[in-house]
């Protein structure tokens, strides 16, 4: 009898244990599959020069000015969907999926550091023909966009950082998401490959808003299924792992030689790069203009839509205007500018 009961346990540990793993474990998504779910009409897939294919969007006013948006760690270019919407009558607006994100995936070279995403930016935009253009860049993709600038400077008509990487940083862990502190860590880092409940993705979401009326569960669910992209979490891994050698005091030191036209976009209450970033990056690049929100997180062109995009819409105007004068139809927006 004893040993039917201990048996009979046993079966019932072994059955919970197969359901909790099953729940988390998750396969990768084909990339037919989610390009269905996710791909619009913009929608193209360009292949670069080493054999990776871009998910990229070129939309807007085809006529006017260009303006480059890169995303941040772990998002896509969905990121900038209210910026388009926005800005799209005046300018022209090329978005992608970076290297290991979105429906870009894995690419060939795994090379998903600062450096290697700067190059994709370059060789996409010369793909495109797309020679000279304003760049904007949120938190990973802000680090992008300000390599961008220094490495052609030419090709940059003005440089927008919003919430950006590049700067050192003293940041309170318990701010940052469950995900990210997952992926530095070496060993276990290697469980996210197949095991990535869905509540540890909706933290990650969370955490970089102050108003979570903004995160929908469309929204979750999209970050869920793009990182589910075959390929997206061996390239996450493989970059989070190259952070250990990453030099970002050596970096910072380089934007001063930032000359173009520059404006710094923030969330006082960002808690993945704290606004006391965006005050250095100020002090690193002096004819940067400043424009902080109050009570936003990390995404203010999510958070707060048409803020972010009326301080864009303002700053363009005037820094384009110096260039080469203001294009017809380009009308100013107020913004708080905090010289």
Do not use: C
Not at 66 to 82: C, D, I, K, M, Y
Not at 227 to 234: I, K, M, P, V
């Amino acid at each position: 009898m004893v040993k039917r009961i201990f048996a009979g346990t046993l079966t019932l540990i072994v059955l919970a244990l197969a359901v909790i793993v099953i729940s988390v474990v998750r396969f990768d998504v084909p990339r037919e599959e989610l390009i269905g779910k996710y791909a619009t009409e913009a929608s193209q897939f360009v292949t670069l020069p080493g054999g990776g294919s871009v998910h990229v969007r070129d939309e807007g006013n085809r006529q006017g000015p260009a303006l480059v948006l890169v995303h941040g760690s772990n998002a896509s270019l969905h990121t900038w969907e209210p910026w388009v919407a926005d800005l799209g009558d005046t300018y022209r607006i090329v978005s992608m999926d970076l290297p290991g994100h979105g429906l870009t995936g894995r690419i060939p070279g795994d090379d998903y550091s600062r450096e290697g995403m700067t190059q994709t930016v370059h060789e996409l935009t010369e793909i495109l023909g797309v020679d000279r253009f304003a760049i904007a860049g949120n938190s990973m993709g802000g680090g992008v966009a300000a390599l961008y600038a220094l490495e052609h400077p030419d090709r940059v008509s003005a440089l927008i950082l919003v919430d950006a990487a590049g700067i050192p940083v003293e940041r309170n862990d318990g701010e940052v998401p469950l995900a990210f502190r997952i992926a530095r860590m070496p060993v276990i880092s290697n469980a996210m490959r197949y095991v990535l409940p869905r509540s540890l993705v909706e933290e990650g979401v969370r955490k970089v808003f102050v108003d979570q009326s903004k995160v929908t569960d469309e929204m979750v669910a999209r970050y869920f299924d793009l990182s589910l992209h075959e390929g997206n979490r061996d390239a996450t891994r493989m970059r989070f792992a190259s952070y250990a050698t990453r030099d970002e005091e050596a970096f910072a030191v380089r934007l001063g030689e930032l000359k173009m036209p520059t404006l710094i976009l923030w969330g006082d209450k960002d808690g993945l790069i704290p606004v006391s970033a965006a005050h250095e990056f100020k002090a690193r690049i002096p004819q940067a203009e400043l424009v902080i929100f109050e009570n936003v997180g990390h995404v203010p062109m999510e958070e707060v839509a048409g803020e972010s995009s009326a301080a864009v819409r303002d700053f363009l105007t005037r820094a384009l205007a110096e260039v080469s004068g203001p294009p017809d139809g380009m009308a100013a927006a107020g913004a708080a500018i905090e010289e």
